[in-house]
């Protein structure tokens, strides 16, 4: 009758033992030291702005100011006060507010239609038969068209390094409806020449947003915002905007994705950086304690943990040219590289709640990653419908399946479809539209 009850209290027994060791191995005592790579990482501290920084300027541009120069000047001296005593080098959102406005261009904002290029073939178009139906004579609108001229003419970018997850960031909203607005302006004007060096500045300061950007919002803004440039140099090539020698002109200028600005690794670093800084606030606010008491989280291990898990493989997988990384999502091994890295096995005891957060905090990166890839195919596309243009007495199908402009993904020739005059390639990130008319 007492073995039933001698095998509760031994399992009782071996439960409460359990649980101490759980909490020993638990203890600050036993954390982990961070990797030295982590450590390099979280210790990243804040330089100062240069003059020529467009990020003082992306900040000021949607202010009240008239000049540009002098309104990043003045945002450029903050934030660079603030590097020098306190070591941060971004608004807070007081800060924020005080000294940057996102209100003053809802007028002219809502007169023009917003559309996005990565999604929407005629966007361009739009835009361009807007602006052409109503001309622009909004004095706000007038003096924002000079300061975006002012603003492609920077040539240097470094942003904030020190950001948290509550930390205000650029309004690039207004910055995107009026960079669509300045091409529509310039492409109306009816000066081939002049549209086409302002595209190609245009285009040539996004290209080094996308290269010199590390924030993730700084890559995909620049990602639509080449895409715009693509459609509407396509708009125009399509409308015979361009002569012969100004079409060769535009394929010398309009330049291939180089290997920096596909290979993103530094933006999963700060991405990683970041979150740090989110797991430290949760542990010093106590919210990972249960009852109060005991966490069961280390600090460092979780650190190193999410170093591995995310940072690792997708730095490694921002490296693979187009076709290695179309291979990769059609392989097994998608889907497998971020497994749920919680599993209960006598390891799981170190750190639970460190690897049960981990399950939950690996976004889809690999969606971003697309978009970049689909970015070099569409520069491409623009490519081969350059060449089109260029051989308009050649049938289509016989240049698109002789042109050395491939499928970036394939290595085949881009595809035609005759029944809408169009060349197209299928986008890797479904939510974009791959695709240019002729």
Same mark, same amino acid.
């Given at each position: ?39 390099a ?10 003059a020529?920084?467009?990020?003082p300027?992306?900040?000021?541009? @949607?202010?009240p100011?008239?000049?540009? *120069? ?28 005080q ?6 261009? !809802?007028? /002219? =904002?809502?007169?023009?239609p ?24 909004? +004095? ?14 920077l040539? +240097? ?6 950001l ?35 595209v190609?500045?245009?285009? @040539? ?6 290269? $010199? ?5 700084? $890559?995909?803004?620049a ?10 140099? &396509? ?7 361009? &002569?012969?020698? =100004?079409?060769?002109e ?29 797991? +430290? ?7 990972? $304690? ?7 989280? =280390? ?19 921002? *490296? ?9 999502? @059609? ?12 599993? /209960? ?6 750190n ?9 905090? !690996? ?19 623009? *490519?081969? =419908? ?13 240049? !698109? ?15 035609? @479809? ?21």
């Amino acid at each position: 009758m007492h073995k039933p009850k001698r095998a509760f209290m031994y399992l009782i027994g071996f439960a409460v033992l359990l649980l101490v060791f759980t909490l020993v191995i638990n203890l600050p005592a036993f954390d982990e030291d961070l990797m030295p790579e982590v450590a390099a990482i979280k210790n990243i501290k804040a330089t100062p702005y240069g003059a020529n920084n467009a990020y003082p300027a992306l900040l000021a541009i @949607n202010g009240p100011g008239t000049d540009l *120069k002098i309104s990043a000047d003045k945002v450029r001296t903050m934030l660079n006060l603030k590097i020098s005593q306190m070591g941060l080098d971004y608004f807070d959102q007081q800060e924020y507010d005080q000294h940057i406005r996102n209100d003053l261009d !809802v007028t /002219w =904002q809502e007169k023009y239609p917003s559309c996005h290029s990565r999604r929407e073939r005629a966007c361009m178009s739009k835009v361009f038969t807007a602006v052409r139906e109503q001309p622009i004579v909004d +004095e706000r609108l007038t003096t924002q068209l000079q300061k975006y001229h002012d603003l492609i003419a920077l040539d +240097e970018y470094s942003e904030a390094t020190q950001l948290d997850i509550q930390a205000p960031l650029i309004a690039f909203g207004p910055v995107m409806a009026l960079k669509r607005i300045f091409l529509a302006n310039s492409y109306i004007s009816d000066n081939s020449q002049d549209f086409l060096s302002d595209v190609i500045d245009d285009m @040539n300061y996004w290209h080094m947003m996308l290269n $010199k950007g590390h924030l993730l919002i700084t $890559k995909m803004v620049a990602v639509a915002s080449i895409t715009d440039g693509l459609r509407g140099l &396509s708009e125009a090539i399509k409308a015979h905007h361009f &002569s012969p020698v =100004q079409l060769i002109e535009l394929q010398n200028n309009i330049n291939r994705l180089n290997l920096q600005e596909v290979a993103i690794g530094r933006v999963f670093e700060f991405e990683f950086k970041y979150g740090i800084k989110v797991f +430290e606030a949760a542990e010093s606010s106590g919210e990972m $304690k249960y009852f109060g008491l005991f966490d069961f989280f =280390q600090l460092n291990a979780t650190h190193n943990m999410a170093y591995q898990l995310t940072a690792v493989p997708m730095k490694h997988l921002s *490296k693979l040219d187009s076709s290695g990384f179309y291979q990769y999502l @059609n392989s097994d091994e998608f889907g497998q590289e971020f497994e749920h890295p919680f599993s /209960w096995s006598p390891a799981s005891l170190y750190n639970p709640t460190g690897k049960v957060l981990m399950s939950y905090t !690996v976004p889809a990166y690999t969606d971003y990653l697309a978009r970049i890839h689909d970015l070099g195919g569409m520069i491409v596309l623009l *490519k081969l =419908q350059i060449e089109l243009a260029l051989n308009q007495e050649k049938p289509v199908k016989n240049v !698109v399946l002789n042109s050395e402009f491939l499928n970036p993904y394939t290595s085949e020739p881009m595809s035609y @479809n005759a029944a809408t005059d169009s060349i197209y390639f299928t986008c890797l990130d479904k939510t974009s539209v791959c695709e240019l008319g002729l």
